[in-house]
């Protein structure tokens, strides 16, 4: 049976995980949007004043005043897609889309939330999904340098034409993005594939009118 302690601690804590879901206000997104577009919440987690967000794409921020400015605590995260997150002790859980469940000590993101850029500079060359897909008739496609590259990012239709260049030059090292506007294509399924250097990767994108 729950002693008088333990209840008021979980009754603080729900008060807590209501406040940053009432910070999920547009002032508040506005402070997480570091990407060009506000990432959907797909979950949230407390520990103590420390409130953790996890979202589609983008991994875990990290809120140390009740939702009034977020950091991302992402370094050694495999994946991007947050599902679920859960603090047990002094750890923090992510449960992720593609790589399954993801440890972290809470020491090491909340001593370090303070000197974190709030966009962590990339490990390994990448392109994400595009966001939102389907889409009519625009998109984003973000994609990350670890290092400054010659960059092409280009469109194909499903027979292996180039439809659209959407990046042709040398960029630097960061996470970058890109909108594309398909209002002069035909519904259906195309690739769009990332140049840089040696690396090469490609996903696919879906125009749906």
């Not at 508040?28 to 990407?35: A, L, Q, V, W």
């Not at 973000?142 to 194909?156: A, G, I, N, Q, W």
């Not at 960029?171 to 090469?200: I, W």
Request: some cysteine.
């Amino acid at each position: 049976m729950e002693n008088a302690r333990s209840r008021g601690n979980n009754k603080r804590n729900n008060r807590r995980l209501s406040d940053a879901k009432r910070s999920c206000s547009s002032r508040t997104r506005r402070r997480i949007d570091t990407y060009g577009f506000y990432p959907f919440v797909f979950a949230l987690a407390v520990s103590g004043t420390n409130v953790f967000a996890g979202t589609y794409d983008v991994g875990v921020f990290l809120s140390t005043n009740n939702g009034i400015s977020w950091t991302t605590v992402n370094t050694g995260l495999p994946h991007k897609y947050i599902d679920n997150l859960a603090v047990d002790g002094a750890n923090l859980y992510t449960g992720s889309n593609g790589s399954g469940v993801w440890l972290r000590p809470l020491s090491q993101m909340i001593t370090a939330s303070v000197s974190e850029p709030s966009c962590e500079l990339p490990t390994m060359f990448g392109v994400e999904q595009n966001y939102p897909n389907p889409f009519n008739p625009s998109t984003t496609i973000k994609y990350e340098l670890p290092k400054s590259s010659m960059v092409r990012l280009s469109v194909y239709d499903m027979l292996g034409r180039e439809v659209a260049v959407l990046v042709n030059k040398r960029e630097d090292a960061g996470v970058r993005q890109t909108r594309f506007d398909a209002s002069n294509l035909a519904s259906g399924v195309y690739l769009y594939r990332l140049q840089a250097g040696d690396f090469l990767q490609s996903r696919k994108l879906i125009i749906l009118r």
